[in-house]
């Protein structure tokens, strides 16, 4: 099916995570589908909920292609939520108006933690027929990436049954059962890695982690609780796909500290946020990984020309590109539902502008 | 009127933050007279509220030393809220029930801005006559330690108007407004500065800044914004009070990457949070600044035997104590009001166990 699928046109953003040399610095958004655009909101509204437009590929793939046609962001990612692999591990997953996700079944003892499996993956086929219907309406432009939550970030959601902000039932059974946390994570290690596989086999062209709580728990314990099993999952992923290489990004919010050791998790690429100096981050790395990100979102309150100086700072702090190095320019979270859509024009010119400078071009 | 307060009887704390030897290492809890403590329910419940209780002198005594009856801690802190100078600048602070703090006028447009002055200390007598009478009735037990929130903490709280978990309007004047924004925290720094002295003349005898919010910044903006003012609170500090060393504590909540500039900053002592090694920091401080911290307070809620083996992990990875470092036991936060009180107890022989044996102790 896949062998159908349009030549890639723009191969910026797999070349960059490759530490392959580029004309610019290739660009997307966290989150670049999403609430601040008005043509989002028209096609949510038509969809009913959250989880309406994200289970229908029409919906999926029409607002995964909406940031395209009003930027030239170098890459598309799948419209979908990190929770739908517990989901259809049978938690039972809502999200009610103006709150976040919840989960009806959260896994609060021993009995609900052992009869935890790796889903059923035709549970998940709506995501993988929304991943080829959006690769082939693409028709090459950009790539698309596909991704998952990490294992302990889906673990936080399925023990709190929710977000939270002191993640005092996780941790709870992390320091209190270390065995059953385990048991959570291998699970979910397995689920992920079977949940990309499937998305790479249906069309997406790289895929990333996100480990949004990853920087929540202590030294040591995110290296045993949270990096061990991201590792794992990326030793189970295809490496290629019909003879294409399929790139990897992991991304641990908050993980600055442990950027080493993360570089060596045997992803090609590593997710910044914006408390990393990036051109530190870039020494500390080597040419093991490249390097995406890491603008706080919250620049693109100001005007253009702040955007503009906001977003030259960054790239002279990564340094001018060289062999063997990768930088994908990135927010270090998603975009603000608040965003003006014009500060988001102001900030694709500024990145491809700028970084094509920086290489001598025009 | 100090000079009538009884001599010190434990000075552990006070020389571990100067870096000289301790039989032990000396600990205490972020948030150590609170919530988990029913003794201290049932004097908040007497109180009324938040704000009765904080703002008389006779109860602030009674809840700040309700933990030290409990558990052999080794510094009370007073009991306050980092809100009190906003207050006092007239923002109008409250608290709803179940809520957390808001103003009533927070800081939205230039004019808001360009009225703001430093305050009446005399609008925070309150705060000065607890300190006193804390001291007092501490009879020298321990040291007492005051404390105020940071400048750009502050300002978060004061343009939010409450808490925030994006920080989308303070970090929006931050991008678009740097001016405005420069305004406040200078405001902001002679204040905290005042009030801090005028803590250290009333009874205090170590100081600590809190900087909650300054590891939700940009590397590189957390330097101008945050770290910056702290230098500059530190730089007028009274250094001693009547012939006697007043050590100064500054903690950046999530800043672990910034150490290095932060040990600079001229405090006497560093706190961490638990994403930090404790070894590793010690290595990049060198000989600098005492380290203040850092269990995940989770831990509390595991049972006594893993919560004695987290601290040993910890002390361990600080290592042996040797001439000129000096480490405070402490949490990388404030305690959780769903703490069981006995977990406490464990934790505080373990410390204190623990780290006498490794001095070769009993």
Known sequence: MSTAFAPLKNDTFLRALLRQPTDYTPMWLMRQAGRYLPEYRATRAKAGSFMGLATNPDYATEVTLQPLDRYALDAAILFSDIL????????????????????AHPLRDEAAVRALHAPDLAKLQYVFDAVTQIRRDLNGRVPLIGFSGSPWTLACYMVEGGGSDDFRLVKAMLYDRPDLMHHILSVNATAVAAYLNAQIEAGAQAVMVFDTWGGALADGVYQAFSLHYMREVIRQLKREHEGVRIPSIVFTKGGGLWLEEIADCGADAVGLDWTVNLGMARKRVGHKVALQGNLDPNVLFAKPDQIRAEVERLLNSFGAPAAGSGHVFNLGHGISQFTPPESVTALVESVHQISRAMRGGH
């Open 84 to 103: 739908t692999v517990p989901d259809a591990m049978g938690l039972g997953l809502s999200f009610a108006e103006g709150e976040g996700p919840r989960f």
